[in-house]
């Protein structure tokens, strides 16, 4: 089976898509990058629990509570006796 040569290939692209290289022309390289790199924290909440919240902010107040009532009835740590 032969290939087609470049010269033969019918160029299949609709017409609106004609003026595509022009419009990605002006594309920045890596634009979003950064976003990419520092990832996603994304966590999907039951149904139950999302209609006591209506809001992230609201979700993370709860949560930021909830780190500091922890911390409050947590038990300090000891530090290690050095014995000689």
């Known amino acids: 089976m032969k290939k087609k040569s470049k010269a033969t290939v019918n160029d299949d692209l609709r ?5 595509l290289r ?3 022309k002006n594309g920045v390289r890596g634009k979003y990058v950064e976003r990419y790199r520092a990832g996603t924290n994304l966590v999907m909440l039951e ?3 999302a209609s006591v919240f ?3 902010e609201a ?4 949560l930021r509570l909830a780190i500091q009532m922890a ?3 947590s038990p300090p740590k000891r530090k290690a006796i050095k014995t000689l």
């Open 59 to 62: 979700v993370n107040e709860a």
């Open 47 to 49: 149904p139950d629990v």
């Open 22 to 24: 022009q419009l990605l």
């Open 54 to 56: 209506p809001t992230a």
């Open 15 to 19: 017409p609106e898509y004609a003026n």
């Open 71 to 73: 911390k409050l009835q």
